[in-house]
């Protein structure tokens, strides 16, 4: 089993609707969890970081953390066709400790 | 100009030579990184490093050397390419291990022929 997983894409949504991205992990004990979004040809970059089990919104995005099931997710509200792109998922801490470890990605697709 | 920067952007190089992929990053930043970005594979961390002269392995690290004798360069050198080398080659940097922190460079698409 990969260290993170992220669900299967291309997701594809149309423009409004929520899109739902979704990550499970197998260490148990990491303790930091962040989505990266990276657009074609450009490199990643941070828009959510979150540490505790619960949900952390900032602005459209919202960020879901459940370490009893080993699972984050991220939710895109009011989806933009500027939101298409690759969403990463990463964590760091426990066996990793010191790096962030990347899930495989999902390329989301929201069209008008 | 403040930043990380990656250089060259593109290469192309024939299998078995050897090939040196440079990162500055100008924050003074004490970790530095290197991932590779495969279709199918995501980023995988081949090198990281802690501080000037203490570099660890990755998940990936065969095939690659680095070194940092200076705590603004990270360079990465592929000692002779092959061609599953071939990739989007990513150098990051931050304060902290946490992750948070982590701002890559532009990246660096190698070609190996």
């Known amino acids: 089993q990969k260290e993170v997983e992220q669900n299967s894409g291309p997701l594809s949504v149309p423009e409004g609707a929520i899109a739902s991205l979704n990550c499970t992990y197998s260490?148990?004990?990491?303790?930091?969890f962040f989505w990266y979004r990276q657009y074609s040809g450009k490199s990643p970059e941070l828009i959510m970081s979150?540490?505790?089990?619960g949900d952390k919104e900032d602005g459209r995005f919202t960020a879901q953390l459940n370490k009893a099931s080993q699972y984050v997710s991220l939710l895109i509200r009011d989806s933009q066709p500027s939101d298409s792109a690759t969403y990463l998922c990463?964590?760091?801490?426990?066996?990793?400790?010191?790096?962030?470890?990347f899930g495989q990605g999902t390329i989301l697709t929201v069209h008008p | 100009d403040a930043g990380i920067t990656q250089s060259p952007r593109y290469k192309i190089t024939e299998t078995g030579r050897q090939v040196t992929l440079m990162c500055h990053q100008t924050?003074?930043?004490?970790?530095m990184f290197w991932y590779r970005q495969d279709l199918g594979h995501g980023l995988r961390l081949i090198y990281y490093?802690?501080?000037?002269?203490?570099?660890d392995k990755g998940e990936v690290p065969d095939g690659y050397v680095v070194s940092r004798s200076k705590t603004e360069n990270f360079p990465l050198t592929l000692e002779s390419a092959t061609r599953s080398q071939t990739s989007v080659y990513f150098c990051?940097?931050?304060?902290?291990?946490?992750?948070?922190?982590?701002?890559f460079g532009s990246g660096t698409r190698l070609t190996v022929v």
């Open positions: 990051a940097s931050s304060e902290w291990t946490g992750g948070a922190g982590y701002t």
């Open positions: 490093s802690a501080a000037a002269d203490i570099t």
């Open positions: 990463a964590l760091a801490g426990g066996t990793s400790y010191g790096k962030l470890t």
């Open positions: 924050w003074s930043h004490s970790y």
């Open positions: 979150i540490y505790s089990n």
């Open positions: 260490d148990r004990v990491s303790q930091s």
